[in-house]
């Protein structure tokens, strides 16, 4: 009876970590081009030329926290696999305990500090309409603070994993080629 070799694939591991990183890669990709571009995709999208400059740096925003929540969910799956397969390391607990402060302190920012945000977001982020300012900008991360704030739960998501149902899916051993840190 032949043997089954349960050691991770080495040679596939670089291949593995090259296609999730790619994912999160092309997503940040496709905000920065739309970021750059969304003075015309705001005048496609606003019903009056006056809506122009508010559409514009609301699409900017909103890109920019799902860039943010998309993080968050990369961080919940690469972390979330190596503790659903009991993996005990430091790092399955400080990498989401630190993503959690990062993303509440976004949360805390965008709500609370959007003056501060939608200077700088203004002065730095070319490409906007005429008439975009940094109080369209500060309203702007006012109304989509709620989306940096689900981004918090995907790491507290795994911390909660990490102490009801470590190792669920087997053993370190049995990780995926490619799944572990390193």
Known sequence: MPSIDRRPNVERQPLVIIGSFAVVFVLFF???IATLARAPIAARI?????????????????LFHVAMLAMSLFLMIAVGTQVLYGVTDTETVVVPAVGAAFFTVGYV???????????????????????????LFARAYRERAWVVGLAIFPPLLVLLVRVVAVGVLGTPADLPAGADWG
């Open 30 to 32: 496709v905000v920065i």
């Open 46 to 62: 606003a019903g009056t030329p006056e809506e122009i400059p508010v559409v514009s740096a609301r699409l900017a925003v909103t």
């Open 109 to 135: 920012s965008a709500r609370h500090f959007s003056e501060h945000s939608g200077r700088l977001s203004h002065r730095q982020w070319v490409g906007g309409p005429d008439g975009e300012t940094a109080e």
